[in-house]
Every structure is written in C-alpha cells, then in structure tokens.
C-alpha cells in the first residue's frame, strides 16, 4: 500500500515554456501534498504543501506565480512551471499523507526536469 | 527555526559490519521520526517510523528515539553493498503539524 507515482519521469523542455507534473496516489486518499526540490548533492528542499480543494501553501522564495500546484481532488495533485528556465533544471519530488496515517510521507518517484 | 542535524559522511563500513546512523533534533515536543533512504538518483524511501523512547526492530534495522536526549539513530545489520545510500532523518514538529523537517542526510558507503 501507500503508492504514489509521479508522470513523467523525466523531461526535456525549451526555455520559455511551462511543464506539468502530475502526482497521483494510487491506493488511498491523500488529504495532503507535498511538492519538492532537490538540486544535485543538495537536501530536500520543501516548495509548498497543498491540502485537497483548498490553495497551496508555499515556503519562503518559492514563486508561487511561477510554481503553480492545483490539489483537484484526493488522488492527484499538478505542479506546473511557468516559464522554465535553465536555473528551474532539478529533481522534483512530491509526497503524500494519508487520511488514516498523517504523520508519515510517502514519496513519488520524481521528476528530473531540463531545460535547455 | 526547528533543526533535525545529521553528519553528512561518508560514513564507510565494511560488508557485515553493523552501520550507525545518528540525528539530532531541536524541537523538544517532537512526537514523530522517521528515516528514509535514498539511492542516488532516486526518490525518497520510507524504512521506518518510530514514536516512542526505545528500540523498534525491522528486519535488519533497529530504529531507537531517546527524547530525553533529543536523538534518533538507525542500526543497520550485517550491512550489504546495496545499502549504501543517503539515509535522511525526518522528524515531525510539535503543535499537530506534519510537515516535517529533514535533515540533509548522511551518506554510508558499504563496502565488500
């Protein structure tokens, strides 16, 4: 149980254009998202937290004009970036909570995002 | 500012041997930890959870939380290549939030 899958896996994009991320879970409902960033050799980097119907909650620098996440229902959360650039090339992460376990975080498989 | 502190390593043990993998945290009411494990390349996995002071035991692992003193640590045994990645130590605030805090992970190597 507590599966989260993240599509796609990996992408190449133009400077300029915007990129969608999709996190699902796919065996229980997720009251609450997480959306991450990691550069390479570099800790988890929280971007913001999205609870099911209501907006996101972003951390500290984190655009949230540029990182759009839409939490639509109890299984997907999207993160989108607006206007990619180069500097926006990371691993990007989310993670889920259940209704029933809250306290524990299961994480997606991650998004590598280039962009040239 | 609530801190969870890791020693980044390497730290390097041999095939067999038994790896310690400590943390320190800040936030006194903390009732949650866990540790996750990350291969290079690769998304966060979650090995175990503990919330109570003592030993919780899985498998090879032995996870053990000491409030008092504000440390969790993790236990591999009969340590094997494949273990080697990034072990990151995630503790839950106090005051109902769980959005965790991580700590920036330490890096064991096994080596045969």
């Known amino acids: 149980g507590a599966v989260v899958s993240q599509h796609p896996s990996r992408v190449i994009c133009k400077s300029g254009t915007s990129v969608k991320i999709e996190c699902r879970s796919l065996?229980?409902?997720?009251?609450?998202m997480f959306w991450y960033r990691q550069f390479p050799k570099q800790s988890l980097m929280l971007m913001a937290t999205s609870n099911e119907g209501s907006k996101a909650t972003y951390e500290q620098g984190v655009e949230k004009d540029k990182f759009l996440i839409n939490h639509a229902s109890l299984t997907l959360s999207t993160l989108t970036v607006t206007s990619a650039h180069p500097e926006d090339s990371s691993f990007y992460i989310c993670?889920?909570?259940?209704?029933?376990?809250?306290?524990?975080?299961?994480f997606g498989p991650g998004t590598r995002l280039l962009v040239l | 500012q609530k801190e969870v502190e890791q020693n980044s390593g390497p730290l390097s043990v041999p095939e067999g041997a038994i790896a310690s993998l400590n943390c320190t945290y800040s936030?006194?009411?903390?009732?949650?930890f866990f540790w996750y494990r990350q291969y290079s390349g690769k998304s966060p996995e979650l090995i175990m959870s503990?919330?109570?002071?003592g030993d919780k035991e899985d498998g090879r692992f032995t996870a053990q939380l000491n409030k008092a003193s504000q440390y969790v640590s993790l236990l591999i045994r009969d340590s094997q290549p494949s273990d080697s990645a990034t072990y990151l130590c995630a503790v839950n605030p106090s005051g109902g939030s769980y959005i965790p805090t991580f700590g920036r992970g330490t890096s064991l190597i096994v080596h045969p």
């Open positions: 065996d229980f409902q997720a009251t609450t």
């Open positions: 936030d006194r009411g903390s009732q949650s």
């Open positions: 993670s889920a909570c259940s209704r029933e376990g809250q306290e524990t975080q299961y």
């Open positions: 503990i919330y109570s002071n």
